[in-house]
């Protein structure tokens, strides 16, 4: 089976790394002629919404997918004409909105913050008699990694804020009183069926996630993957979905959701029976899913900027290196460590131990 991928970033090359073994070869349509993901298959180099490119991407392939959400929801609608993608267009209209994805959690059932669509300063300071501040003003689409947001503690930052994101369609989100962040990894397959791996905690600095460690029997896994099956049901979804939440007093909030496999669920290459990547493709490509039980105790820590060497990382025990290949630049990830020891003991001894060399970098 070969599997086009829209984009060539390190979620693409993840994929293939994890489809190769199943026999499956990979194309990956993305404008960068030095994509990370180009080593690993055929490299189209062009837009994301070029039909020249698009066309030529659904004849070679038998299925086509996405590593991130920026891409045009219209892009698949146009795909799905030649070729099946999963997810769905209706599944990426939704995720890539911060809007959409809060009416869909509303509609669901599924606890958010209070919220106000902002479309001018005008609408914005509406939106602050609405919701109050503290709050946080975000870009509807295309932010991530804490780019695209503000946050709005007092009327002083309120003033010009609209246009200090660019004057494009945001929403106020009202601050959410949290005591943890975590997320769970969800994949649907063709036939319906929803499998979830454990609850991860996660620790973000400075917006980007820094920190993922696997859960082991939380007591809101059930409630988390309740959350994500009406999510991934409604959508009629197929393949691997992200979704992040606010632990609160009594329960979980919904943050948000991304439509394709997760950054906080790198961990599950090393330390689940099946890793997230693998069972994407299970799923887009009609397999049966594989099994999301946790081997030992597992964190995933993400190299931001800099990528320290194989040599490095390796001296510390219990580590495995997962290098994207990619030009260091500030704010970037470049590659990320994954931990897993036999006691949560052990797994917070080499945590701090990776911890410790990032900060050296």
Request: proline content about 4%; hydrophobic content about 40%.
């Amino acid at each position: 089976m070969k599997v086009g991928v829209i984009g060539g970033g390190q979620l693409g090359r993840m994929l293939a790394l994890a489809g190769t073994p199943l026999g499956m070869q990979f194309s990956f349509l993305d404008p960068a002629a030095d994509a990370c993901a180009a080593a690993l298959g055929e490299h189209l180099l062009g837009d994301y919404d070029s039909q020249q490119h698009l066309k030529q991407l659904a004849q070679s392939v038998d299925v086509v997918t996405f590593e991130f959400e920026n891409v045009p929801a219209e892009t698949v609608a146009y795909l799905s004409q030649f070729v099946p993608v999963y997810p769905n267009a209706e599944s990426l209209r939704i995720a890539r909105d911060r809007l959409n994805e809060k009416m869909l959690f509303e509609k669901l059932g599924i606890p958010v913050t209070k919220f106000a669509d902002v479309l001018s300063q005008e609408g914005l300071e509406q939106g602050v008699a609405k919701v109050g501040l503290p709050a946080i003003l975000k870009t509807r689409t295309m932010g991530y990694d804490g780019k695209g947001q503000k946050v709005l503690r007092s009327t002083a930052d309120v003033q010009g804020a609209f246009s200090e994101l660019g004057n494009v369609p945001c929403l106020l989100e009202g601050f959410v009183d949290f005591s943890s962040e975590v997320s769970v990894i969800a994949v649907r397959a063709r036939d319906g069926e929803v499998r979830c791996y454990p609850l991860a905690h996660n620790t973000h600095h400075d917006g980007i996630l820094h920190l993922s460690i696997a859960s082991q029997a939380h007591p809101l896994q059930s409630l988390a993957e309740d959350y994500a099956s009406r999510v991934l049901n409604e959508l009629e979804y197929v393949g691997t979905l992200g979704f992040e939440f606010f632990v609160v007093d009594d329960g979980l909030m919904a943050n948000e959701i991304a439509p394709r496999v997760h950054n906080s669920g790198h961990w599950t290459t090393e330390g689940a029976q099946c890793s997230q990547f693998e069972n994407h493709l299970r799923a887009i490509a009609g397999l049966p899913l594989g099994s999301t039980a946790t081997l030992e105790h597992s964190a995933m820590l993400n190299c931001v900027g800099r990528m320290p060497t194989a040599q490095q990382i390796l001296q510390i025990a219990d580590t495995h290196v997962h290098d994207y290949n990619k030009a260091e630049k500030p704010g970037r990830k470049v590659g990320h460590i994954t931990v897993r020891c036999q006691s949560e003991e052990q797994l917070k001894q080499r945590v701090s131990q990776v911890e410790q060399l990032l900060q050296s970098l």
